[in-house]
Structures are given as structure tokens and as C-alpha cells.
């Protein structure tokens, strides 16, 4: 189901919202280099899921989803600042596995046309080990000739 065009529009503004808010007024130092990718805000507009990446290792990841907690208060009452919204929505963390996941799906092409290849250089020089065409083939029925076609050829 696709959300209501006011729905769309209120996600992508927490999303800048949010985005600004990290990269200039909250300086936890445990905030490593966060994107944030995407937010998904429910039909009535009272929970928003702010999904986000981190550019670093497990512990950093770690880090930055306890320095996200701690700033969901100071971030919720911004957004409700600049949106103007009676009913601010709350604001739910979750890390993003998307960029992981399609760097993992691209070793794993990147491995299938290296096997395809290894294939394609193998057969490059093979020929079959029987026959050019080694299907069987219908007998063609013997062509007999009748009493008239016989009478003409004399």
C-alpha cells in the first residue's frame, strides 16, 4: 500500500530535518559518519522509523545506535519545531543492512561470472566426443514407385 502524498512529504522533511540536526547541532562524540537513508512514517503520522548507516566497524556502529538514543529526545522536539505539528511523531532508530546486503549480492555476481568465464575459456577449443550431430534422425521411408510412374519413364 502506498502512503498518502502528505505522508511522503512529512517523512522526507524529518529526514532532512534529522540529517541537519546530526551533522550540525549534536556533537556526541560517539556519532560516527552517519547517513541517514531512508524514513518510513505510519498513515497517521505518530511513529516514524529513521533507518541510517555507519561508515566504520561493528563497534562503531554500536556506538552511534547508543548516541542516537540518547539524542532522540532533542531530535523529536526539532522535528516538531520545524514541522509544526500538532502530534510530533516518535522517532525509532534502525540500522540499514541494505548497502551491506548489496555489497555481499555483488562479490557474489562478481563470482558467478568469474565461474562463467572459467567455463567459456574451457570450451573455447573442445569438440564433441561423437558425432557432429549426435541426435537420431526419423528413418526416411523408401520411395517405391507405382505402375504409373513406372509406365512413363519406359
Known amino acids: 500500500m502506498m502512503a498518502s502524498p502528505r ?3 512529512i517523512a522526507d522533511r524529518i ?9 550540525r547541532r549534536i556533537k556526541d562524540p560517539r556519532l560516527g559518519f552517519v547517513t541517514i537513508t531512508e524514513v518510513r512514517l ?12 555507519v561508515l566504520g566497524e561493528d563497534a562503531d556502529q554500536q556506538a552511534t545506535a547508543t548516541a542516537l538514543e540518547s539524542a532522540k529526545g ?4 526539532e ?8 502530534h510530533v511523531p516518535s522517532l525509532a532508530f534502525e ?14 555476481l562478481a563470482r558467478a561470472r568469474e565461474a562463467d568465464a572459467a567455463v567459456a575459456a574451457a570450451r573455447a577449443g573442445a569438440q564433441p566426443a ?12 523408401a520411395v517405391e514407385e507405382t505402375d504409373e510412374e513406372a509406365e512413363d519413364t519406359d
Do not use: C
Open 7 to 9: 505522508v511522503r512529504k
Open 74 to 77: 532533542v531530535l523529536r522536539s
Open 130 to 141: 561423437g558425432e557432429a550431430d549426435p541426435y537420431r534422425k526419423p528413418r526416411e521411408p
Open 95 to 108: 540500522f540499514d543492512g541494505v548497502p551491506e546486503t548489496a555489497r555481499h549480492l555483488d562479490e557474489v
Open 15 to 23: 529526514q532532512v530535518i534529522v540529517a541537519e540536526m546530526l551533522e
Open 42 to 53: 505510519t498513515g497517521d503520522a505518530q511513529n516514524a522509523t529513521v533507518y541510517y548507516t
Open 79 to 86: 522535528v516538531g519545531k520545524q514541522l509544526g505539528m500538532r
